[in-house]
């Protein structure tokens, strides 16, 4: 069981999946303090909350700032929204291991982070790739506990539209009853879902660094 009174930091809050979280450290008893870090108001009012609206290209002037117990990064793009790889890179591989290095300096014990299904420092196709090259490099800072979350395509509804995806999330959901055993890693997960498994991930130890989607799916249940 947790102990209460911890502090957070969330990385991407405005997403499906730090949206998610936010809620559930905001409702809980564990988190006294939530610092989130985003480039834009996440339109969120509460007494736990501190907001700092962030330029992710200068991270480091923000480096006194990142001090908690649990650090959530939930950063991520697309290829389409980024614009190039290089700017996706940026986005799904820098800014993360920037902020695992300040946090690590810091002191922050845990550092959770979403990274993808499939992902793999030495796959042919660049999304994978990248992915898995984060990973590499996060696992070797000295955090108490590094957890990776890998979960596979995300079911429910993002402020902005991705066509792409779109139809991604209907096709997984018509393959899902036929994946089973090593296949359940590939079910769709809703972001829901995903954030309740990291929720409960950072409050119960953990040796194990990487939890596939089908995981994630049986973290979620668990009761604190």
Do not use: W
Not at 136 to 154: A, D, E, M
């Amino acid at each position: 069981m947790s102990m209460p009174n911890k502090s957070a930091l969330i990385f991407g809050a405005t997403g499906l999946i730090g949206g998610h979280l936010l809620s559930l450290v905001l409702e809980s008893s564990t988190y006294e303090r939530v610092h989130v870090f985003s480039r834009r108001e996440i339109g969120v009012q509460h007494d736990k909350v501190q907001q700092h609206i962030v330029d992710f290209s200068q991270l480091s002037r923000y480096k006194k700032l990142i001090k908690a117990d649990h650090l959530f990064c939930c950063l991520g793009t697309t290829m389409s929204k980024a614009g190039s790889k290089a700017a996706f890179r940026e986005v799904d591989y820098h800014y993360p291991m920037q902020i695992a290095e300040m946090a690590s300096e810091n002191g922050v014990s845990k550092y959770l982070v979403i990274s993808s299904v499939g992902a793999d420092p030495n796959s042919m196709f660049f999304y994978p790739r990248v992915k898995g090259e984060m990973e590499r490099g996060i696992v070797l800072f000295p955090f108490k506990q590094i957890s990776i979350l890998r979960p596979s395509i995300l079911l429910g509804s993002r402020e902005e539209k991705r066509r792409g995806e779109d139809i991604s999330k209907n096709i997984s959901t018509l393959l899902s009853p036929f994946l089973l055993g090593p296949l359940k890693k590939y079910r769709g997960i809703s972001g829901k879902t995903v954030a309740q498994a990291m929720f409960n991930i950072a409050n119960h130890p953990q040796k194990k660094i990487v939890f596939e989607s089908d995981d994630l799916m049986s973290f979620a249940q668990l009761v604190l």
